[in-house]
């Protein structure tokens, strides 16, 4: 199993339990966001007046966050700058898991390794924007500062890999492969690399009880997934449409 089984056996183990407590933890908020009643019509408005609307804001919204950019626009300018270079990332890293890797996956690869230094820049104004902005700092609890700073040891232990002290990323892929097929293979034991894993473990783990939550839970949030048709249509809630059943019954 390589120079250090110790290592690989703890690596292995902590990923199969961070990813466990990732997929089953979302899972099971999504199944709880699902089954929470929203009993009001409250879209904000102006909102669309058709489903197809509905789709077409929540993709601006999600792609784009439309309503922070009619809101504030240089906190828009770093969470662009954060999320889109989170995605990118995510794209680059699918080749340490799919084999061989997809044409998109390649395409990515030069971006994907620029998009390490705008996501650390976002992370950076979003921290200054806690630090710096009295109303915002009045309502910034411990977690907040220490999720940017989970993200910033991300992104600088990444960059570290990538432009400073490379590490062998075949074996890191061998690693991820021999964890996904039940054959493990040895983890290289680069410091950097170490630190990121790790990092990227906590982030997987804490995923389902944190804030990080905002990402499956924007689809799940009636100001922005209701349709404005109260006039065309009345609301009611599914507690008050069962009371109405037994009544008539
Ligand atoms: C299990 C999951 C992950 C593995 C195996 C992994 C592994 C790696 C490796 C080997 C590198 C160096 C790439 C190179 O030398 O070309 C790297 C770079 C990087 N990683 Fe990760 N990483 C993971 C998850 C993440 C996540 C979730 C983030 C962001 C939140 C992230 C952010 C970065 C960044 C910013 C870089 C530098 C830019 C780049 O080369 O893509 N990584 N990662």
Known sequence: MGENPVLTTVFALLYYVAFAIFAGGIAYRIYEYARTPAPLKIPTTPAPTTRAGVVWRMFKEVLFFESLWKGNKWIWIFAQLFHASLW?????????????VPTLVTLAQPFGKYAAITFVLGALGLLARRIFVPRVRYISAPSDYLMLLMFL???????????????????????????????WQPLPSSPNLLIHLGLVALWMIIFPF????????????????????????????AWALELERKESA
């Not at 009636?222 to 109260?230: E, I, S």
């Open 153 to 183: 040891g991300i992104g600088i232990s990444g960059i570290s890999m990538t432009f400073v002290s490379p590490v062998d990323v075949v074996g890191v892929k061998a690693f991820f492969l021999g964890l996904i097929t039940f054959n």
């Open 210 to 237: 944190s804030k990080l939550l905002h990402a499956p839970g924007v689809f799940f949030s009636p100001t922005r997934n209701q349709v404005d048709n109260p006039r065309e249509k009345r609301h009611v809630a």
């Open 88 to 100: 990118l990332i995510l794209i680059r890293h699918a080749r340490y898991f799919i084999d061989p």
